[in-house]
């Protein structure tokens, strides 16, 4: 199993409701990834309520393997969900690891 971890910080410029929108929106997009691409075993996208977080949203996923990873990530659903989150968006980091 591969585990896909990515964390974003919305853009500073957007208003309180352009980041609430835009969190119901990215949900959305990549949630609904889940179910056309092979070899996803969990997919969310949690977005931060605590004042102890440094990252706004988070996409917390799960693959059978590496292949399903690779398939999602060029899958066009993803890579459209993907476009919209980098014009909304800063400051990526991701981790990738297996268990």
Request: charged share 25%.
């Amino acid at each position: 199993m591969v585990n896909h971890i990515v964390l974003w910080n919305f853009k500073p410029e957007l208003t309180e409701k352009e980041r609430e929108e835009a969190g119901k929106t990215i949900r959305k997009n990549l949630e609904a990834v889940k179910e056309q691409v092979t070899g996803v075993i969990s997919l969310a996208v949690v977005i931060n309520e605590l004042d102890s977080s440094n990252k706004d949203l988070g996409l917390i996923s799960a693959f059978e393997s590496v292949e399903a990873l690779n398939a999602y990530q060029v899958h066009p659903a993803h890579v459209q969900a993907g476009a919209y989150i980098k014009t909304v968006t800063c400051d990526r980091v991701c981790l990738d690891y297996e268990a």
